[in-house]
């Protein structure tokens, strides 16, 4: 899961679009759900939705993430926050690139492109996990996001067919492969201090799928899994064996299952371990979904819509809908941009995973991360696809030789 710090954050005095009116008078599909009140705003503009506009929800939360795009190619993450993350406006990239939109997702890759000496080249290497609208003020670096880049441009070369940003990508592939230790496990980035970040299990499995193809570096990543980060009595990935309470994440069930091949479809199952209901702070509707972890104090909407995707992945397309009808319960009108609407960070005000809190506004803001893997669930389309055959040999998957056992 993506945990961020979010700057301070100053709502506009802008409401709720008033083109609620006119979407009633159309007739409205699973897909068409009404749109749920940010209630940061209260003044009300009478704006009427044009014919021409689309109305079905995904329609309009891809306006959202389109019209969110700023002059330099980047997003924020979240309306309001002055923060973009480095894993958003790849999801972003992504989801431009299955609309067509390919300029759009040239602009964030240009963005990165001309960093590539000041930053992955640089120092400890690596993009900056986080920064400003304006694209300065870099944190630290976060091995994971940088894996999500790679993703990103490797669907861009296969889709389009050259090579535009073929060092940005082999910079990538080094910096990534250059984070891996002795027993197999990749270390989870440097902090602005220099420091390594702890290994971490999601980063670890994305840069498995990110890295092209199947060699010593894959097979050195399953050799940690099954030795460090597998729970042999629940056929399980686990993300910190040091911290017992948080040993379970939700995240690791869809992306463990959407990246490696042939892994157990029970791991979807188990993740009810996190499934609660909570009511929406958006407009007091009750939802049920998918936390970060086993306190089940929010949901993770983000997290949520990625079950979705694996769901459909595994052929169960009863859960994926399922789901799909919770997400869209939560829909919220951006304040910024007319028609168009997005899906918060989580329902409800709490946790992250662990104990930490969340930021404010988490829970009344549309965000990237959650509209992105929304969209992807209703394209039915996982971002890992392209990277998940790798043709590994049927021994070196140790989730399936261990349940045989």
């Given at each position: ?319 994926a809908t399922k789901l799909l009808k919770e997400l869209e319960k939560t829909v919220i009108a ?72």
């Amino acid at each position: 899961m993506k945990i961020y710090k979010i700057f301070s954050i100053s709502f506009l005095s802008l409401g709720l679009l008033s083109f609620l009116n006119a979407c009633a008078t159309e007739e409205l599909t699973v897909d068409a759900d009404p749109i749920i009140e940010n209630t940061a705003t209260n003044t009300p503009i009478d704006t009427p939705l044009p014919e021409e506009l689309p109305i079905t929800t995904s329609e309009m939360v891809y306006h959202w993430i389109e019209k969110a795009q700023l002059e330099n190619g980047l997003l924020e993450s979240a309306e309001h926050t002055n923060f973009v993350s480095l894993y958003d406006n790849s999801l972003a990239a992504i989801v431009f690139m299955k609309q067509g939109k390919i300029a759009n997702a040239e602009k964030i890759f240009d963005f990165f492109n001309n960093k590539v000496q000041t930053e992955l080249e640089a120092g400890t290497g690596g993009f900056f996990q986080s920064r400003n609208e304006e694209g300065n003020e870099g944190g630290r670096t976060w091995m994971g996001d940088n894996a999500w880049l790679l993703i990103a441009l490797n669907h861009y070369h296969e889709l389009v067919g050259n090579q535009r940003y073929e060092h940005m990508v082999d910079t990538l592939e080094e910096w990534l492969r250059s984070l891996q230790e002795e027993d197999g496990g990749l270390i989870g980035g440097y902090n602005e201090d220099g420091t390594q970040i702890p290994k971490v299990t999601e980063g670890i499995i994305t840069a498995f799928n990110a890295v092209e193809g199947y060699d010593d570096f894959h097979k050195n990543i399953l050799n940690y899994l099954k030795n460090e980060r597998w729970d042999t009595s629940n056929s399980l990935l686990v993300a910190s064996p040091e911290t017992p309470a948080y040993n379970y994440a939700l995240d690791l069930h869809p992306l463990g299952y959407g990246i490696l091949s042939d892994f157990p479809e029970a791991s979807l199952q188990q993740a009810n371990r996190y499934k609660n209901t909570q009511i929406a702070t958006v407009n007091g509707t009750q939802v049920t979904g998918y936390c970060f972890d086993e306190d089940k104090d929010v949901i993770w909407l983000e997290g949520t819509a990625q079950m979705a995707v694996a769901f459909q992945q595994a052929n169960l397309p009863m859960e994926a809908t399922k789901l799909l009808k919770e997400l869209e319960k939560t829909v919220i009108a951006s304040t910024l941009t007319e028609n168009a609407i997005g899906i918060p960070y989580t329902t409800n005000n709490g946790s992250t995973y662990g104990a930490s809190a969340l930021w404010d506004h988490a829970d009344t803001t549309p965000a990237i991360s959650s509209s992105a893997w929304y969209l992807f669930a209703k394209l039915n389309f996982s971002p890992f696809s392209l990277g998940k055959d790798k043709g590994m040999p049927e021994a070196d998957k140790f989730w399936l030789q261990m349940a045989a056992q």
